[in-house]
């Protein structure tokens, strides 16, 4: 089995990048999108979540209110703790279920965004790092998720810069190009992926 950090910043492309690799024989872990599955309604993770913060952090659907939590937990170091303690476990314990049904051969990509923040390179392999100039990203995520301009640029802040993802990648995906081009570096990156995992 090999194991494969993919990261990059916010509006970077890196989902398209996952979803071209899965497309090719690679099991994504998506980090994130386990996050939310594991608080859904009807969870132990969601009850604990309630039972730590109290019903405020619900929809009125009985959701987990994200934007709402974040308000809370951000604002505050303990509490945010608090959730990672009750969140984290979880992903782990899926993450590792995960794992467990992969067959000896397959190449495993970790979808983590914050991969060099975090400090995480040394659980890889080898670190995948989709690379796009800032104004790029800036662009991008005005345009598709609707965010201002100013808070997409906050939140490049405090992410790691380029220069740092760039020192932490074993390959670099550019994808500031076209769709075609993306294409193309993906597959030469998952040939390399094959060609390591099948002499491991």
Same mark, same amino acid.
């Given at each position: 089995m090999?194991?494969?950090?993919?990261?990059?910043?916010?509006?970077?492309?890196?989902?398209?990048?996952a979803?071209?690799?899965?497309?090719?024989?690679?099991?994504?872990?998506?980090a994130?999108?386990?996050?939310?599955?594991?608080?859904e309604?009807?969870t132990?993770?969601?009850?604990?979540?309630?039972?730590?913060?109290?019903?405020?952090v619900?929809t009125?659907?009985?959701?987990?209110?994200?934007?709402r939590?974040?308000?809370?937990?951000?604002?505050?170091?303990?509490?945010?703790?608090?959730?990672?303690?009750?969140?984290?476990?979880?992903?782990?314990?899926?993450?590792?279920?995960l794992?467990?049904r992969?067959?000896?051969?397959?190449?495993?990509?970790?979808?983590?965004?914050?991969?060099v923040?975090?400090?995480l390179?040394?659980?890889? *392999?080898? /670190?995948?790092?989709?690379?796009?100039?800032?104004e +790029?990203?800036v @662009? #991008?995520?005005? =345009?598709?998720?609707g965010?201002?301009e *100013?808070? /997409?640029?906050?939140?490049?802040?405090?992410?790691? +810069?380029?220069? @740092? #993802?760039?020192? =932490?990648a074993?390959?670099?995906?550019?994808?500031?190009?076209?769709?075609?081009?993306?294409?193309?570096?993906?597959?030469e990156?998952?040939?390399?992926?094959?060609?390591r995992?099948?002499?491991?």
């Open positions: 090999l194991k494969v950090g993919l990261t990059g910043g916010i509006g970077s492309g890196k989902s398209s990048v979803r071209r690799l899965s497309e090719r024989g690679a099991l994504v872990i998506d994130d999108a386990i996050a939310r599955e594991v608080v309604p009807g132990s993770g969601l009850a604990e979540i309630v039972a730590e913060f109290s019903e405020d619900l009125p659907e009985g959701a987990l209110d994200r934007p939590l974040g308000e809370i937990v951000f604002a505050d170091e303990a509490k945010l703790a608090r959730l990672n303690a009750i969140v984290h476990p979880r992903v782990g314990a899926r993450t590792e279920e794992m467990r992969a067959d000896e051969g397959t190449i495993v990509v970790y979808d983590v965004p914050l991969l923040e975090n400090g390179t040394e659980l890889y *392999d080898l /670190v995948i790092v989709v690379d796009t100039p800032v +790029t990203q @662009e #991008r995520v005005v =345009a598709n998720r965010m201002p *100013d808070q /997409v640029r906050a939140r490049i802040k405090v992410q790691a +810069t380029r220069k @740092e #993802r760039l020192a =932490a074993d390959f670099v995906i550019d994808n500031s190009g076209s769709p075609k081009a993306l294409d193309a570096r993906v597959a990156v998952w040939a390399e992926l094959k060609r995992a099948a002499t491991r």
